[in-house]
């Protein structure tokens, strides 16, 4: 999903995504402790992707603190 995708959502739904892509991402490490992903990538994918929510989701919390 791109920014500018994400940016379309509203803030509870990137909230409900955010939630949702966490659960997965523990889902994820839980088995790659346990035995070898099949792309190891796809951890570093969530993490990226978790952050690019919650950096939409901080921009628009302080544009509508100033607003």
Do not use: G, V, W, Y
């Amino acid at each position: 999903m791109k920014a500018k995708e994400i940016r379309d959502l509203s803030t509870e739904e990137i909230k409900s995504q955010i939630a949702e892509e966490k659960e997965q991402i523990h889902n994820l490490q839980f088995q790659h402790a346990i035995a070898d992903l099949q792309n190891p990538m796809i951890l570093r994918d969530k993490r990226r992707f978790i952050a690019r929510l919650e950096t939409i989701l901080k921009e628009r919390l302080l544009t509508e603190e100033t607003a």
